[in-house]
């Protein structure tokens, strides 16, 4: 006679061969059965959170850290809705999440039950695939199916929805002997053409500009960019989600392209002759207005998800397929091509630039009277604790700051929301990050805003002694939106005064969850404070730096704008020779 197991069982085994160490969970009603022999597993680790949303972002920080699949579970209704900012934040950053939810039973399903939502129906757009199983025996190849569609092409997050009673029936464990998703097509492998004619357009161009973007991370090929970039010579900058991918120190790196980019950056897309995106899907973010976003360059796309090449610019040269397989065959096409390399070492193009790095360096002013300005808190939080720790930010003034003062040398060392900029993500995503490496020192850099949202995160950290350093960046308010309003709406300033200096006190929250708080404002006082923040390694830490409210992120390019519009000052732009 076949043994039998529960769903829940199945469910706790299918995981365990999926290679899960970590679930990040809370639970409820309908998803209680699998808890139980949860319990009894020595191979997987439950993180209990205090709120769903956390249990996702912390999945999406363990995801980004490691470049495996992060794992979330919640039960049914609001539970499962909570998860839902979580996964389109996966989903717009191709982050591969794999969310388990409990559900109703089967004959409740579709008669508005107790804590009954079709979370299937509601994530369809936000993931890329999602599972309602409806019998025990289907739980293995379901799991199955959901990390390996998490995992093939572009990244991405999935769910599995599971009725209670699913779980609580018996059914045998039938293991899947493979995986047979047509819909799901296997990476392909770039066309040997389309590689020769992006190596011969680099090579006959003036003015090209390596544009890379945080698909280099996901295909693990930092190392491939780096000998790429060096065998060509040619100028390189990466978006907020490739930071780190290729080292900031770099001669060619030029930095952030963008919105709040470096003009360097920004002003050699501009000039540019030839493009060369790899892994980047010129975001509106980047571009500004795609009318006039390189206008005299010629465009070739490489990314792994077909869709994107096109979608928002049209491409001179495509190339579909896997970054690291991308640069691999244009560093065999360059070295065929023949002659001495770098191309472009020298000359009026580099020339060029390096006049707008001397004229327009990334600076600061610090206050007179010795109070702190966030980026000076930023930078040397950076400097302290170098680029061997992982950053992660939250979303506003700060991240922009961090994505250009810290010292980003490696990928996977900076976590951030870049599409869907989701506000609380900074401080579950480094909790995932720190049980992801626990001997890496890991800083959620977070504003006084974000940090409110989902600071109950340090509930979980100081249980599971996971000893995160939180720096909160207090301004007393909202301040990107402070600085919009400041910028765009007459300095008319509403609903942006989140906090006042006092209220919350952040160190005294710190401690009330069980972690050290810490407080500074001056600048004297700044380098002992994050060295005393560094030597605590077995509780979460919090400190509450105090800066100047009125302080701006630039350079700045508005909404929607041209590029050529950016600005380093809130009435003073760049000058640049286009003749080149």
Known sequence: MTETMTG??????????????LIFGMPGGTILPAYDPLMDSTRLRHILVRHEQDAGHAAAGYATATGRPGVCMATSGPGATNLVTPLCDAAMDSVPVVAVTGQVIRPLLGTDAFQEADICGITQGITKHNWLVRSAVDIPRAIAEAFHVATTGRPGPVLVDIPKDVLQEHAPYVRPERIDLPGVPQTPRPHPRSLTQAAAALRAAKRP??????????????????????????????????????PRSHQQNLGMPGMHGTVPAVTALQQADLVLALGARFDDRVTGDPKTFARHAR??????????????????????????????GLIEAVRQIGGPTPWPASGPWWDAIEALRAAHPMTYDRPADGSLAPQQVIERIGQLAGPDATYVSGVGQHQMWASHYLPLERPRSFLNSGGAGTMGYALPAAMGAKLAHPDTIVWAIDGDGCFQMTCRTLATCTVEGIAIKVAVINNSGLGMVRQLQSL??????????????????FAALGEAYGGVGLRCDHAEDLDATIRKAMEINDVPVVIDFRVNQQEMVWPMIAAGASNDDIRIARDTAPTWDADY
């Open 488 to 505: 765009f709406f007459d300095d008319r300033h509403f609903g942006v005064d989140c906090s006042t200096p006092q209220l919350p006190d």
């Open 299 to 328: 465009i070739v796309h490489a990314d792994i998800d077909p869709a994107e090449i096109g979608k928002n610019r049209a491409v001179d040269i495509p190339i579909v397929g896997d970054a690291r397989d991308v640069l691999t």
């Open 8 to 21: 829940a069982q199945i469910l706790v085994q299918a995981l365990e061969e999926a290679g899960v160490e």
């Open 209 to 246: 500009v390596l544009y890379a973007g945080g698909g280099i991370i996901k295909a693990d090929a930092a190392g491939e960019l780096m000998t790429f970039a060096e065998l060509t010579g040619i100028p390189v900058v990466t978006t907020l989600m490739a930071r780190g991918a290729f």
